[in-house]
Structures are given as C-alpha cells and as structure tokens.
C-alpha cells in the first residue's frame, strides 16, 4: 500500500519561503524508478502539476513558478523536496506529491500553503 505523506506547509508572508517534504512509504525497493511530481489545487481551480523531477534527476517547472521553485529528491529517505521561495499570494493552495503521471489511489491530504500578508 503506497503512502504518501506530505508536511512543511504553513502560514507565509508574501516573498517568504517554504520547504515541502514529501514521504513515500510502501515504495522503499523500487522509489529511486518513479517520476515524482509536486502538485497544487486552489479552491475552484484544478489541480496543476508545478514541478517534476525524472528517476535520472532531471527537472521541470510549470511557468508560474519557475526560478523561485525547486524540486529535489532523496531516493535514500524516500523523499521528494519542494523548496519554494519568493512566494505570491497565488501559491496559496493544497499541495501535493505523486508519481508523475499522478496515480489516482496515491493522492494523499496533502500540505496546505497560504501566502499572506
């Protein structure tokens, strides 16, 4: 049974920084192979994926949040980073990890982040 537990969220002023964790569980032999993605979903918005990092490492961003947001990984803890800085009242939203492409039954409760003032 895969888990994926999400935690770093919080209460941040606009331009402030957040680092997302993201633990995988029911994975430990085969963790390093899967694409991973951090995603976010706003009230009324669909859910979007903002960054992506390859099983080889490689990185991608959606354009909202490209050079203020970095994906990383860390295949001996079985984790996925998301270190956002600089961040907007826009990120405001639930976050979430998955396998990129997101596996429906992985969805976890994700880790709230607000941007405010």
């Known amino acids: 049974q895969v888990q994926l537990v999400e935690s770093g969220g919080g209460l941040v002023q606009p331009g402030g920084s957040l680092r997302l964790s993201c633990a995988a569980s029911g994975m430990r032999l085969i963790f390093r192979f899967y694409a991973m993605g951090w995603y976010r979903q706003a009230p009324g918005k669909q859910r979007e994926l903002v960054a992506a990092?390859?099983?080889?490492?490689?990185?991608d961003y959606a354009d909202s949040v490209k050079g203020r947001f970095t994906i990383s990984r860390d295949n001996a803890k079985n984790t996925v980073y998301l270190q956002m800085n600089s961040l907007k009242p826009e990120d405001t939203a639930l976050y979430y990890c998955?396998?990129?492409?997101?596996?429906?039954?992985?969805w976890g409760q994700g880790t709230q982040v607000t941007v405010s003032s």
């Open positions: 998955n396998t990129n492409p997101g596996v429906a039954s992985y």
């Open positions: 990092i390859t099983d080889g490492g490689s990185t």
